[in-house]
């Protein structure tokens, strides 16, 4: 079978790794930026209420349209932009690539950043390139970005605004050169959006070649995989044509519009991850050795002291917390662990862990 494998997979395909997600079981959450709060009990009883009228024998609504109209009336999305879900901004990502993929196109993006412009990239067959962020505070290198874009001519740019896994927003002047001077499609990904008051959302259709992505995994909703996609309507025209019918699943369709309708609740709880981030912000400010970096997203990446964050990062599972530990994954991460904010309580069981392994 090996022989027939290795004839029959693309290499490139081979040398990767299936992306994986650690078991975490009876364990504190902190590693993938989801928000910690559960919704109050009317709420639930009330969403479970309405999944009662879903029949579940037909197939979804192919546009999704009243979760269409749902997000544009929670999201403040420009009323002559289009507007494009996913399963999951991933989904996005992916459908972006199939349109534009053909041998020899590129996908740029900055190193350390979001991992599936890589390798959804890579399954799709264009090249990646990363422009590595300044060493110091993870901002652009402007003029290495610049020159990529002149020299490679990628197909696509990737921005996350606020960047993942550093935490930290672009100068937002510099983005603005970026996409002027790119050839093709700049994606701003605001995936991070409900932690921070800075957008482009409303900057669509000042350069034709601007899309936004924005997921509701963040803002609470991880659990259904909905993203969407904004931008000029000729481009979302064309990207369209490469979604799969019926991507967006029926129970999905319900939940999300639901929750959309009760946003306030969500936004009550990002505005209290806000809090929290600062309270933890300050709480590893006091701890001895870490290096915390400002962050506008709902995690902070930090630096462990030098050769320790492999063992702090087993010393924090030994004690029921899962946090990412990024040490060995980039150059500019040796020693980081990246940490999502959670409820009071799970900050404090970190902060008092974390404490204990240093001490
Ligand atoms: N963009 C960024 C920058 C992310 O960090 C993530 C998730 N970690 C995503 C997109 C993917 O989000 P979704 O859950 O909508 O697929």
Redesign the pocket.
Known sequence: MKARIDALVRPEIRALKAYHVPEAAGLIKLD??ENPYGWPDALKAEWLETLRAVELNRYPDPQGEDLQQAIRAAMEIPEEMGLLL?N????L?QMIALTVAQSGRKVLSVDP??V?YRMIGCFAGLDYLGVPLEAEDFSLDLDAMLEAIEREQPALVYL?YP???TGNRFDADDMVRIIEMAPGLVIV?E??APFTDCSFMRLLGDWENLLV?R????MGL?GL???YLVGPKPWLEEIDKVRLPYNINVLTQVSAAFALKHKAVLDEQTQSIRVERGHLMEGLGRLPGIHAYPSEANFILTRMPEGQADAIFAGLKDRKILVKNLNGTHPLLKDCLRLTVGTPEENAALLAALGALLG
């Not at 999951?88 to 989904?91: A, K, L, N, R, Y």
């Not at 997921?215 to 963040?218: E, G, P, Q």
């Open positions: 993938a930026m996913g999951g901004s991933d989904e990502i950043g979001f599936m996350a960047n993942n896994p990904d995936a991070y992505m997921t509701v995994s963040k991880a995989r909905l993203g």
